[in-house]
């Protein structure tokens, strides 16, 4: 992921390039759940599931696959791919984080943004973004992030700053 933020050019970082879909879910902010879960109101389920802990609960209710439908499958074009996913995840994130933080007033929650290869072959690039709340007396959702090796994972929080793209922590 080091690389793929490096590589990537993330100048004008913006809700432009959040898809639609992600917007509504931006807008709509965040809610607490009777476990005491941080999630995401629009992306609630109705009626709400059980969920064996509250980050279980967290990084399922906020977890979403990033909008690809439009982008160009051909292999000539995965560097373009890669750039828009990347984009549009970290701008969602940021956003999200943003929007946390107005509402619970700390900036607790933390994003993973992740990319792998996927698709009917496991070919073709996608990515993912969820939410949680580390808890003191829980393990991290994803332990060891510097050895995972079949995707690229980010961590964020609001004032990680990719690409300084304007507002990510403002």
Known sequence: ?????ADADLTGLSSSDIPPMFQEVVERG????????????????DPAGSHFDRLAEETTVNGRGMTDYDL???????DERATVLLRRCLAYAGACLRTAREHFGDDEVRAYVSLSLGGLDDDLLTAQVTFCTPLPDAPPYIADLEQVRDAAVAELSVGDRPGRGPGWGS
């Open 72 to 78: 160009p499958t051909e292999p000539a074009a995965a």
């Open 1 to 5: 992921m080091r690389k793929l933020l």
């Open 30 to 45: 965040w809610s607490v759940t009777g476990s005491g879960a941080r999630v995401l109101t629009d992306l609630l389920p």
